[in-house]
């Protein structure tokens, strides 16, 4: 894997591969495994993610005979380890020797071990385990040839992404006395003159368990912003050691996408490759749309970089309410996905099905009937093709439009019920956003509102409730510079303290967006207003509005057209930049898909970009580039054939044969074209051949 760092990944092919769990299993299982995957082309394994207790049997007593021969037998099939640190969760005996160390809900109640993450990240018990557990695998293993990458720990947050008990509440008031310096600037920061409550004693503040009526915005965003750090403490404690023994190894922890609870932008700055679990569900025939966005904040993370997906399912997952499979072809076009927005291979959980235990029904790609399983052969015969995409291999994912990933403004933004509104949801809003843009063809990369935005001509702004002028001075150099910006609803309310900014909303924003928020408006539940814009077409707006007022040399765009605001400014645009050529959009609403569509259409324009005019949600076109070859993966997720336009001549890597001018794909079809590098990638488009 190509990687600006030299610890990135020591695998010289696309990864493939999964979560591999010989501890439960024979030993003579274990070469009918390693048969297996050479037949299906597995290269690279994940282990032993949860076995501490059965590495470590009681405190200072390993066990080290079964792993170094799994390890051994791999690596003489010429199979890779990413070896996992076994943090994952404590063994029984050190929750029983140290029961402090459980973590607390949110009403004070302990839990109980029994499931996983059975730890409170602040505790200086687990800590100190831990420390020794990282110690013990580096130095038994740092020095093996199969040790591809380390595993640390297991999807942060996945079960216990905040804790509440007193060891956690003392960890809280030393982040706030590094934050604030001192109880004057906490209580300013705080604005404890509401409701009484200043702080005369560090000793007084607790983590925001459950009280008698709403809790201070601003010690809610601050626990948040703290009980992230306090994962990420307990990661870079990991990091450190393993870079100590085994300085050219690289380091991961696995991701859950687009995670609310943890601020993967400072997680990624720690690693040296990002990796990502990933479970669209195979009901949702648009499934792989957000997954597109999630996908694009990967590969954002580490500025483009290639990034690996450690973890899906070869079939149906074991945690939904109803857990469909996938469809034959389905982990097909799955995978392929995840490789054209910049992974570097495709992994699975799990490789072979488990017998007893809660993810005895989540698939694999050896199922409960071994090499006949049909997870088996589509397993396989993925890994014979994925052979042929070996030229894409640190390449990097053309993208000239991202969008805003703010983690503060997601926190503020749900973390109080303090707000105008409940409904108006940070995800759902980035979602609808890149819904819109994916439609109309293109790629989103993510990025953080204060840049760097060089490189892209359009960035969407879904919502910055949390607004600093660090932010906005990135955001009006941007369009200064030519670029479309369109910001949501909802942004530049509150500074980094929850404190409204002077003159209301936009706050910082302002003088950029050339408007004032007089007034939110939300909408009430089952309802909604229309928006009309001025060059025609008329949208429905749920959920939320703002009373605008409009200053002098900004065009509206849309007016509402029911309701209270009946008549008054819904989206707004301000020119800015060398020769006017940038500008910076303003929507006050919600708008409806065809609304968003609508709206972004026009933004690609002017932006000179180009936009589907013809929408089908199926097709997806994404391009890697080298610095010679762009490389497009054209994918159609649906169940019906599409007929698209394609450069003629191109070489489909996938089945060695060249191209004409129009390519039709099947059920999940796809083709991965290779052409010259070209100054803008190929834009691909539905046939007039399709009805």
């Known amino acids: 894997m190509t990687d600006e760092s030299p610890r990135a990944i020591r695998l010289d092919a696309l990864a493939y591969g999964g979560d591999y769990n010989p501890d439960q299993w024979p030993e003579e299982v274990w070469h009918e495994d390693i048969r297996l995957m050479r037949e299906a082309g597995?290269?690279?394994?994940?282990?032993?993610?949860?076995?501490?207790?059965?590495?470590?049997?009681?405190?200072?007593?390993?066990?080290?005979?079964?792993?170094?021969?799994?390890i051994d037998l791999l690596w003489e099939g010429g199979i890779a380890v990413d070896l996992a640190t076994a943090t994952a969760t404590p063994p029984s005996w050190l929750i029983r020797s140290h029961p402090e160390m459980l973590p607390w809900n949110e009403d004070g109640q302990r839990l109980e071990f029994g499931s996983r993450q059975a730890y409170c990240p602040s505790s200086p018990v687990w800590r100190e385990h831990v420390s020794r557990m990282t110690r013990a695998m580096a130095d038994r293993y740092g020095d093996h040839p199969a040790l591809a990458l380390w595993h640390v720990s297991n999807e942060y947050g996945d079960h216990v992404s905040r804790c509440w008990c007193p060891e956690s509440s003392a960890h809280f008031r030393r982040w706030l006395e590094a934050r604030y310096g001192d109880l004057d600037g906490l209580n300013e920061a705080w604005g404890v003159n509401v409701w009484g409550q200043r702080y005369t004693d560090w000793a007084h503040i607790e983590a925001p368990r459950r009280s008698t009526g709403p809790v201070n915005p601003t010690q809610l965003l601050d626990f948040e912003r703290f009980s992230s750090d306090a994962l990420l403490e307990l990661f870079q404690l990991e990091v450190d050691i393993l870079r100590e023994v085994t300085p050219e190894i690289g380091v991961t922890t696995n991701f859950m996408s687009i995670?609310?609870?943890?601020?993967?932008?400072?997680?990624?700055?720690?690693?040296?490759?990002?990796?990502?679990?990933?479970?669209?569900?195979?009901?949702?025939?648009?499934?792989?749309?957000?997954a597109a966005l999630n996908y694009g904040y990967m590969r954002s993370l580490k500025s483009g970089q290639p990034w690996l997906l450690l973890e899906q399912a070869p079939s149906g997952v074991s945690w939904r309410d109803v857990n469909v499979p996938k469809a034959p072809g389905q982990y097909r076009i799955g995978s392929l996905q995840a490789i054209a927005h910049g992974s570097d291979g495709a992994m699975v959980f799990q490789w072979r099905q488990a017998k007893y235990g809660q993810e005895k029904f989540h698939s694999a790609m050896v199922g409960h009937r071994g090499e006949a399983s049909r997870s088996f052969q589509e397993a396989k015969a993925f890994g014979a093709e994925l052979k042929h995409l070996e030229p894409v291999r640190g390449t990097r994912v053309r993208s000239r439009v991202a969008l805003v990933v703010d983690h503060d403004s997601w926190w503020g933004s749900s973390a109080t019920e303090s707000l105008p509104s409940q409904r108006l949801q940070w995800l759902a809003q980035a979602r609808a956003w890149h819904a819109a843009l994916h439609a109309l063809g293109h790629a989103v990369d993510t990025v953080r509102a204060t840049g760097p935005l060089d490189g892209y001509d359009v960035v969407v702004v879904p919502n910055l409730y949390v607004t600093d002028a660090s932010q906005a001075a990135a955001l009006e150099g941007f369009v200064a510079r030519g670029g479309q910006l369109v910001v949501g609803p909802f942004s530049g309310v509150v500074d980094d303290t929850e404190k409204v900014h002077?003159?209301?909303?936009?706050?910082?924003?302002?003088?950029?967006?050339?408007?004032?928020?007089?007034?939110?408006?939300?909408?009430?539940?089952?309802?909604a207003e229309r928006v009309a814009f001025t060059g025609g077409g008329e949208h429905a707006a749920p959920t939320w509005g703002e009373w605008l007022e409009v200053h002098d040399g900004t065009e509206v765009l849309a007016r509402y057209a029911t309701g209270e605001l009946d008549g008054r400014a819904a989206v707004t645009r301000r020119a800015g930049g060398a020769e006017a050529s940038g500008a910076a959009w303003y929507l006050s609403c919600v708008l409806d898909r065809d609304g968003l569509v609508a709206l972004f259409r026009d933004v690609l324009a002017a932006a000179g970009l180009p936009a589907r005019e013809r929408l089908d949600l199926d097709l997806e076109a994404v391009t890697r580039s080298d610095e010679a070859t762009d490389y497009t993966f054209v994918l159609n997720h649906g169940r019906r054939e599409i007929t698209v336009d394609v450069p003629a001549g191109a070489r489909d890597l996938l089945t060695g044969e060249s191209t004409g001018a129009t390519l039709a794909l099947p059920r999940f079809g796809a083709a991965v074209l290779a052409t010259p590098r070209a100054a803008e990638p190929p834009f691909i488009t539905l046939s007039d051949t399709n009805h």
């Open 42 to 70: 597995v290269n690279l394994v994940s282990l032993p993610v949860f076995s501490w207790p059965q590495l470590e049997t009681a405190p200072g007593v390993y066990e080290w005979g079964w792993l170094d021969r799994i």
């Open 259 to 290: 995670l609310r609870d943890l601020n993967y932008w400072d997680f990624a700055a720690a690693e040296d490759l990002v990796t990502d679990d990933a479970y669209p569900d195979p009901a949702d025939p648009l499934a792989h749309v957000p």
């Open 502 to 527: 002077d003159g209301g909303a936009p706050g910082p924003l302002r003088a950029l967006l050339g408007v004032e928020v007089d007034e939110q408006w939300p909408v009430s539940d089952g309802l």
